[in-house]
């Protein structure tokens, strides 16, 4: 068995040394596949090859190298495997020591000692052979269900994206998890302190600023204008005028128009009655008279100012009622003549036509952005305070009202269920794809050196239980047949 025991140690240096090699290899490898790849076609640093991933989608293999921890976990694990290995040895030099002594006859002891460092060997050579496996081939030899983490690398990546997504990202689970938060409480706390609404009122002015200086105003002027234009393209005018117009008349809306428009034209007649005059005679026939056209034209002027003025000192003059009568014609018109509402939307098409309408719908944006950046920068504006107010005030209602909590929790539960069920398989490709990108034999290195410790104490506890194992059955088996 100190045969057995330094076949073990030789075997364990055998390892490291081929981990030493493996890691030049693997760095060496990954340099040329890099630099023979750059020759073909450019990739990211730190990428050797693409393959299958197991979303269907091509996962890149990664050889990044160790890092300082990486490596001092690696020597740790090297202490650790001297460590089981010396076990191994130990219980081996007991067995061959014991078993020689019983054979000379020191006595019974010597049996249930060997017995002992027997049971011990084979424990610690089985747990040396499962730890090993989980890496790489014991020795070297094609036993089959060994090198599980190289060769089920992404079977095992798969395995823990289900995993995640079975019990992490399920509706219930989210669910249960936000409601034991308490968001809204919380939230509501927070925010009904003055110096966090301030916080929030001013982050949010910068990403409203930062948002609108992202924005080109000539895409969102024409946005903008598509949107006015489509929007008054699809609704028809002309009932809608017409009511509006009915309910003006109904209520005597127009005579203070009326009112305005006789008012003016008086003053304008007024002051023009030269022009009226000669407007009149100009239009007269050629072989008239000119006292004759001059006297027709006084007179003319002369009953268009009484007409006229009559018509604003009269509230009950009949060119008044007249209008009346001719605006509510027209409004019920407007609702019901489909000749005059198709006319009536042929003219709304040619106004939105013209480029002047467009340049004034598309100029509002300008004025409308410049108004809320200027409210954004200052501290003191409408806008903030405003924000501030409704923050604190919201602040104050979580705090103080349970139905307003409620209502919050379950936006945020709704939400968050809705995203983790509706995209959960995305989220878990990001594990499995993941793990799929990762070089086999990388990974396995860069997992022993982070548990490959923890995993030397199997080696150890094997030896030590499987001691005393061998001890108990030799123990119970010489009782039965004494």
């Not at 008012?263 to 006292?291: E, I």
Request: charged share 25%; proline share 3%.
């Amino acid at each position: 068995m100190c045969e057995g025991a330094a076949h073990g140690d030789r075997a364990s240096r055998d390892e490291d040394h081929r981990e030493e090699e493996g890691r030049s290899v693997t760095t060496k490898r990954g340099d040329r596949d890099v630099e023979e790849h750059a020759h073909a076609t450019p990739v990211p640093p730190g990428t050797s090859s693409v393959s299958q991933g197991p979303s269907g989608r091509p996962a890149r293999r990664f050889t990044t190298e160790f890092t300082a921890a990486d490596e001092e976990k690696q020597r740790g694990v090297r202490r650790m495997k001297l460590t089981a290995t010396a076990m191994l040895a130990l219980v081996a030099l007991v067995y061959a020591l014991t078993t020689w002594a019983e054979h000379s006859g020191a006595g019974s002891w010597a049996g249930y000692v060997a017995a002992a460092a027997e049971a011990g060997m084979v424990g610690a050579l089985a747990d040396w052979f499962a730890v090993t496996a989980l890496f790489r081939r014991p020795l070297g030899l094609p036993i089959p269900h060994t090198a599980i983490i190289p060769t089920k690398k992404d079977q095992l990546g798969v395995s823990l994206g289900e995993f995640v997504g079975e019990n992490f990202l399920s509706g219930d689970v989210v669910r249960d998890r936000l409601r034991s938060v308490g968001i809204a409480a919380r939230l509501g706390a927070w925010l009904a302190h003055p110096e966090h609404a301030d916080r929030v009122t001013a982050e949010l002015a910068t990403a409203l600023r930062g948002a609108l200086t992202v924005l080109r105003d000539s895409d969102v002027q024409a946005v903008v204008g598509e949107a006015v234009t489509r929007r008054a393209d699809a609704a028809e005018i002309a009932p809608g005028i017409g009511k509006m117009l009915e309910k003006v008349v109904a209520d005597g809306g127009h005579k203070r128009v009326v009112d305005l428009v006789c008012a003016r034209a008086h003053d304008w007649l007024v002051l023009h009655s030269d022009s009226v005059m000669d407007a009149v005679q100009g239009g007269a026939p050629g072989w008239t008279p000119r006292f004759v056209d001059k006297r027709v034209g006084e007179r003319v002027y002369k009953e268009l100012l009484r007409f006229v003025t009559e018509m604003r000192d009269m509230p009950q003059h009949p060119a008044r009622g007249a209008v009346d009568r001719f605006l509510r014609d027209f409004a019920g018109d407007l609702q019901k003549d489909s000749e005059t509402r198709a006319r009536v939307e042929r003219l709304k098409s040619e106004v939105l036509g013209r480029s002047e309408v467009q340049d004034l719908i598309a100029s509002t944006w300008a004025a409308v952005r410049s108004m809320i950046v200027a409210a954004a920068e200052d501290e003191r504006s409408e806008l903030r305070l405003r924000v501030r107010s409704s923050l604190l005030s919201l602040g104050r209602r979580m705090t103080q009202d349970r139905a307003v909590r409620l209502k919050v929790d379950g936006w945020v539960e709704g939400a968050a269920v809705y995203v983790v069920t509706t995209y959960r398989a995305e989220i878990t490709s990001l594990i499995t794809d993941t793990v799929a990108s990762w070089d086999a034999e990388h990974t396995s290195r860069k997992i022993e050196a982070h548990i490959g410790r923890d995993l030397q104490f199997i080696r150890i506890n094997g030896t030590v239980v499987g001691s005393l194992a061998g001890l108990l059955i030799y123990t119970v088996s010489r009782a039965l047949g004494a």
